[in-house]
């Protein structure tokens, strides 16, 4: 299967997935976090992000200039936002809004042509962003560095204890993954299958804390690996598989019904009677 028909059909189930778990700000697993990046990642590079944040934390984590009141004009609030994320790398789709805890919440939905090029875009320069081959796996490496805001806390409700969480989605099956559990010295392990999660808390994000450890030690650094050969991809071929052998095992039925017909032929001699 061409590799651009293999992205099309990632990126539409991709769609469907978001706007059924995202359509109201929630996260897909459950958790309800104060600032999110959940990216789904394609072999090519090529990705589809959204970013569920209350407006309070982008200030306080990207230094975004967003009214942070409540009662804040929404539509004003959807053009700030679709200017601080869309870029020559990026395209902003739909921005969506509701409120929790007395604050202001948002969803952006964000289709990036290669995330390598993700931390030019002033919104993720926050990050360093690789992707590449090793041998017959795929590495990606996604380093932090400390927001470039002075935001203290508490600050709109907020008190330094929410979560803040990176998810990933990975088209392949995951072979390594450095996510820890919070405030627990173990492995967290991944969702689903493909999907892993990064959590911290807002007041250690806010002070550059490491949100995890590279194999080589290096802080801040969320690492995974995975085969080089897509989910989907091998799934479509297994089908394809399955649905040609159950074509032989059909075909050898119907063979073997009309072998049996052939050499059961009604149409032969009938036996004859002999007057006594």
């Not at 944040?53 to 982008?58: I, N, T």
């Not at 869309?86 to 042509?113: K, L, N, P, Q």
């Not at 650094?221 to 071929?237: K, N």
Request: charged share 25%; with cysteine.
């Amino acid at each position: 299967m061409p590799s651009r028909l293999r992205a099309t059909l990632v990126a539409m189930l991709v769609a469907v997935a978001l706007s059924a778990c995202n359509g109201r700000g929630g996260s897909p697993l459950g958790t309800e976090y104060e600032y999110e990046e959940d990216l789904t990642l394609r072999l090519d590079g090529s990705a589809t992000l959204v970013v569920n944040a209350s407006v309070p934390a982008l200030v306080a984590l990207r230094g975004f200039s967003l009214p942070t009141e409540l009662q804040a004009r929404v539509d004003q609030l959807k053009e700030q936002l679709t200017a601080q994320y869309a870029s020559e790398h990026t395209r902003v789709g739909r921005v969506s809004t509701w409120s929790r805890g007395g604050r202001r919440f948002v969803g952006v939905h964000i289709t990036i042509d290669n995330v390598r090029e993700l931390s030019k875009v002033a919104a993720f320069s926050w990050s360093k962003y690789e992707l590449r081959e090793e041998g017959n796996q795929v590495s990606y490496r996604q380093t932090l560095s400390r927001p470039g805001t002075s935001a203290t806390l508490p600050i709109a409700g907020m008190n330094g204890d929410e979560l803040v969480a990176f998810r990933l989605h990975l088209p392949a099956r995951i072979r390594f993954q450095n996510a820890r559990r919070l405030d627990r010295d173990e492995s967290r392990p991944t969702a689903r299958g493909n999907i892993i999660t990064w959590e911290q808390r807002l007041a250690d994000r806010v002070k550059g804390e490491p949100i995890a450890y590279a194999e080589d030690k290096t802080p801040d650094v969320m690492e995974a690996r995975m085969d080089r050969e897509s989910i989907l991809y091998r799934t479509l071929w297994l089908f394809g598989i399955a649905f040609v052998a159950a074509l032989l095992v059909l075909a050898g039925l119907i063979w073997l019904t009309m072998r049996r017909g052939a050499t059961t032929d009604p149409s032969g001699p009938e036996s004859s009677s002999h007057p006594h």
